[in-house]
């Protein structure tokens, strides 16, 4: 069964630093999505992404965040300035577009660590 | 807007007896759905959605839940627990032209042998 793929599976930074998340959806899927989980807390909407452009955000994605889609492949998510508060376990999902009851379909995650 | 309240953010049950995990949401417009199973270091994995139709939904692993428009609720049921059941499960809810999901604070069922 096709998969989300996420890399790497464990971020470690120095606070104020640059960091992207990387992400391969499925290959038909043409919605894509971040979530985080902060740890011992639910898991929080980001940011979808349509037609590469932002469909819709949340007030957490500010402008330290930014998304890109570089190929036809990768779904990216990049955090400017990273502070100790932005670590998080990051989630990447996609999903079929066109049909709404399709469901999101997750990768494992990107733990990220700030220190 | 809309919200998912998990209710027990801890739940054990012995092996072989009956599994029930409770969600009730608010939403402003029909629902969508979803129950997802989280196992240690991996990510969300779908057991189960309600879109339309028969309100009854099963899943996989044995999981099923019942989509009670009275009650507010998503409550997720399995008749007999195994021990590879032990996870965490998060409901969550979209609407329609709405593609975020909006996750509960999760519930970590234990299985005891």
């Known amino acids: 069964e096709p998969e989300v793929t996420q890399t790497p599976s464990h971020q470690v930074t120095q606070m104020g630093q640059e960091v992207i998340l990387r992400c391969v959806p499925i290959s038909n899927h043409l919605y894509f999505y971040w979530y985080r989980q902060i740890l011992g807390q639910k898991v929080e909407f980001l940011v979808s992404f349509y037609n590469n452009e932002i469909s819709e955000k949340s007030e957490i994605f500010d402008d330290q965040f930014s998304v890109e889609r570089p190929d036809g492949s990768n779904f990216t998510l990049k955090i400017r300035s990273t502070k100790l508060e932005d670590s998080a376990m990051y989630f990447c999902a996609s999903s079929e577009a066109g049909r709404l009851n399709q469901p999101q379909h997750f990768g494992d995650g990107t733990r990220l660590s700030i220190l | 807007a809309q919200s998912v309240t998990q209710l027990g953010s801890h739940v054990s049950v012995s092996e072989g007896a009956l599994v029930l995990l409770r969600c009730n949401y608010s939403s402003s417009v029909p629902p969508y759905l979803f129950w997802y199973v989280q196992y240690p270091n991996q990510g969300l994995q779908l057991l189960l959605k309600y879109t339309t139709g028969a309100t009854l939904v099963k899943g996989i692993n044995g999981f099923e839940a019942e989509f009670k428009k009275s009650e507010t609720s998503f409550h997720l049921t399995k008749p007999s627990a195994h021990m590879s059941d032990a996870a965490e499960y998060f409901c969550?809810?979209?609407?329609?032209?709405?593609?975020?999901?909006?996750f509960g604070t999760g519930t970590r069922l234990t299985i005891i042998p």
């Open positions: 969550a809810v979209c609407n329609f032209g709405n593609e975020k999901l909006t």
